[in-house]
């Protein structure tokens, strides 16, 4: 029997690419979450579009089929924000996987939908992996808690939205073992995190709705939107 060929991200074909935009090209919400935080960044921008708060990620073959096709993109230099101190998350080349690499884009009025890149439609979600690996739901960046308006709103979220962001991802695990690891790595770190705080944290559900996790020993109970905690200006 033949070995099978293992792949990585670095060899998405820019066909893949541009099939895994189609296939996740909504927004999160009917709202424009966007407007809904930026009025409460001091820069004005939405918090996921200003570089001084958030620096997006790309794989290595997203960057080299967009650079070709775009100029919304280029390489994070680090001096992209000389009117505040330096995201506190921000990236560089030794903190990411060795498929991805951090890019700056022209800012959010400068935005082309169809050139996002895929961090950019996730944000501020991350797949949820339990630790006997099952793909659970979806789960927010944590750090931007106070500033991310969904994050406060998570029953906004569509049900088309939670339906591309599980089928792309499907897709990607499918192709790439180590991204399934890598998102399993961070799973359990949100579960470190809110265990020291001795809180629960909030998933969407894979199939609909929302369920509350118990970082301890990652129980799961479903709730409802009421029942799900808002953070900072959006409480």
């Known amino acids: 029997m033949a070995n099978r060929i293992l792949r990585t991200p670095n060899d998405l074909k820019n066909e893949e690419i541009r099939a895994l935009y189609a296939g996740f090209d909504l927004p999160i919400t009917a709202q424009d979450c966007g407007q809904k935080c930026a009025a409460h960044n001091p820069?004005?921008?939405?918090?996921?579009?200003?570089?001084?708060?958030a620096v997006p990620a790309a794989y290595q073959s997203e960057w080299d089929a967009l650079r070709t096709e775009t100029e919304l993109w280029h390489l994070y230099r680090g001096d992209e924000c000389d009117s505040q101190p330096q995201p506190q998350d921000s990236l560089s080349s030794d903190d990411l996987p060795s498929s991805m690499i951090p890019l700056?884009?022209?800012?959010?009025?400068?935005?082309?939908?169809?050139?996002?890149?895929?961090?950019?439609?996730?944000?501020?979600f991350f797949p949820y992996v339990t630790s006997d690996y099952v793909f659970a739901g979806i789960a927010y960046d944590w750090a931007f808690e106070e500033k991310c308006w969904v994050i406060s709103n998570l029953a906004q979220v569509s049900d088309e939205y939670r339906a591309q962001f599980i089928?792309?991802?499907?897709?990607?695990?499918?192709?790439?073992?180590?991204?399934?690891?890598?998102y399993a790595i961070k799973s359990e770190e949100m579960r470190e995190a809110f265990a020291r705080k001795k809180h629960e944290f909030t998933i969407l559900l894979r199939d609909g709705g929302l369920g509350m996790v118990n970082a301890l020993n990652e129980g799961i109970l479903p709730i409802n939107a009421e029942q799900a905690p808002s953070f900072g200006a959006y409480r």
């Open 104 to 124: 700056a884009c022209l800012g959010s009025s400068a935005c082309q939908r169809e050139n996002r890149l895929l961090s950019c439609r996730q944000f501020p």
């Open 43 to 53: 820069s004005g921008k939405p918090f996921c579009c200003d570089i001084c708060e």
């Open 167 to 182: 089928h792309t991802f499907e897709q990607i695990f499918a192709l790439f073992q180590d991204e399934f690891e890598s």
